[in-house]
């Protein structure tokens, strides 16, 4: 299976600043056949189920503020708010789907500083 | 749009069985694969099973292969999870998602919670 390890566990940053994480896959998540990273990144808020942010490693999701961006390529990821507001206060996940054996990072908590 | 609502869950004994469902709404639920994620308290997402748009293609992960069995009616716009010979560490909070065409989850049920318990 591919194993995804996110970093840090937490974080916390300030109202406005940037926050970043990052997430790397135990090997590549590139699909050939439209040279795509099968990365999606999703937030999930208490109580709540994960809510889908990003796609293709950087494709946003209808409806996603443009502060929130994904890159990377090959095994190494990131997720970056670009001005962190109240309501990003969540947990994030990266998750592949290279693979139909789907496997989620453990997660980050961003919290406000 | 497709919104997703489980049911099924509750209090059961170690060693019992549960069958959870997810009724679809819309009418693309035959087009995608649907998957089973659990949480556990306080902890990170964990992928359960997948099953394609036929039902033909079944996966699950390790810790519930051979316990869980996953299947789906089309024609009823329904998931289905069976849980048999059910654990403690198998107390999580069950979501169903479905698939997009290429794989990730969206959209994703509110949850049912299932308590392994004596």
């Known amino acids: 299976d591919i194993v995804m390890t996110q970093s840090p566990d937490s974080l916390a940053v300030s109202l406005g600043e940037r926050a970043t994480i990052s997430c790397k896959s135990s090997q590549s998540v590139l699909y050939s056949s439209n040279n795509k990273n099968c990365l999606a990144w999703y937030q999930q808020k208490p109580g709540q189920p994960p809510k889908l942010l990003i796609y293709?490693?950087?494709t946003r999701e209808s409806g996603v503020p443009d502060r929130f961006s994904g890159s990377g390529s090959g095994t190494d990821f990131t997720l970056t708010i670009s001005s962190l507001q109240a309501e990003d206060v969540a947990v994030y996940y990266c998750q592949q789907y290279y693979s139909p054996m789907y496997t989620f990072g453990q997660g980050t908590k961003l919290e406000i500083k | 749009e497709v919104q997703l609502v489980e049911s099924g869950g509750g209090l059961v004994k170690p060693g019992g069985s549960l069958r959870l469902s997810c009724a679809a709404s819309g009418s693309t639920f035959g087009y995608y694969a649907m998957n089973w994620v659990r949480q556990a308290p306080g902890k990170g997402l964990e992928w359960v099973s997948s099953i394609s748009s036929s039902g033909r293609h079944l996966y699950y992960a390790d810790s519930v292969k051979g316990r869980f069995t996953i299947s789906r009616d089309n024609a009823q716009k329904s998931l289905f999870l069976q849980m048999n010979s059910l654990r403690a560490d198998d107390t999580a909070v069950y979501y169903c998602?479905?698939?997009?065409?290429?794989?990730?989850?969206?959209?994703w049920g509110q949850g049912t919670l299932v308590t392994v318990s004596s």
């Open positions: 293709w490693a950087s």
């Open positions: 998602a479905s698939n997009g065409i290429y794989g990730w989850f969206d959209p």
